[in-house]
T-cell receptor
Framework: QKEVEQDPGPLSVPEGAIVSLNCTYS??????FMWYRQYSRKGPELLMY????GNKEDGRFTAQVDKSSKYISLFIRDSQPSDSATYLC????????????FGKGTHLIIQP | DAGVIQSPRHEVTEMGQEVTLRCKPI?????LFWYRQTMMRGLELLIY????????DSGMPEDRFSAKMPNASFSTLKIQPSEPRDSAVYFC????????????FGPGTRLLVL
């Protein structure tokens, strides 16, 4: 079992829909949780980060972390065609362990 | 400010040849990371440096891979000899000390080993 599991998709939804992206993980030591967005043939760019459990909102994006279930989510409201990309969850332990462990990414398609 | 800079952007080489990938981190950042991305395995950490010192190289696949950071503004990842299974996109990322140590990624080097 990989440390971080993420459904690769593709996930196709109509414009304006609410999108839910999810990851599960097995290492209970993870404390920092991130979502990266990657457009085709580009490097990942940080979208959201949260520390420990809880919710964080930024515009149309909401990140949720449930450490008891080892489950993290990213919600996108009022989805736009420009949101079409691959979304990667990432996490790290913190302290001196700085390398990120990534999910394989979910390919999201927003249909106009 | 310029982001993370990687060169070359594309590299095609033949099996057995030496390949050198280069990275210039964001000025002032003190962490530098090398990742590899493939369809099969996703994005994997290879090695990272703090203040030019290698901290964790447990992700380096084998002795054919080596990485150096001679100064704060330059790092190399070398593969010798290269093999077809090394074909991937190699990303460099940098970050600044302090939570959450957000990592900023470069555009990547797309490597194809024939």
């Amino acid at each position: 079992q990989k440390e971080v599991e993420q459904d690769p998709g593709p996930l196709s939804v109509p414009e304006g829909a609410i999108v839910s992206l999810n990851c599960t993980y097995s290492n209970s030591a993870f404390q920092y949780f991130m979502w990266y967005r990657q457009y085709s043939r580009k490097g990942p760019e940080l979208l959201m980060y949260t520390y420990s459990s809880g919710n964080k909102e930024d515009g149309r994006f909401t990140a949720q972390v449930d450490k008891s279930s080892k489950y993290i989510s990213l919600f996108i409201r009022d989805s736009q065609p420009s949101d079409s990309a691959t979304y990667l969850c990432a996490m790290r332990v913190g302290g001196g362990a700085d390398g990120l462990t990534f999910g394989k990414g979910t390919h999201l398609i927003i249909q106009p | 400010d310029a982001g993370v800079i990687q060169s070359p952007r594309h590299e095609v080489t033949e099996m057995g040849q030496e390949v050198t990938l280069r990275c210039k981190p964001i000025s002032g950042h003190d962490y530098l990371f090398w990742y590899r991305q493939t369809m099969m395995r996703g994005l994997e950490l290879l090695i990272y440096f703090n203040n030019n010192v290698p901290i964790d190289d447990s992700g380096m696949p084998e002795d054919r891979f080596s990485a150096k950071m001679p100064n704060a503004s330059f790092s190399t990842l070398k593969i010798q000899p290269s093999e077809p299974r090394d074909s991937a996109v190699y990303f460099c990322a940098s970050s600044l000390v302090g939570a959450p140590k957000t990592q900023y990624f470069g555009p990547g080097t797309r490597l194809l080993v024939l």
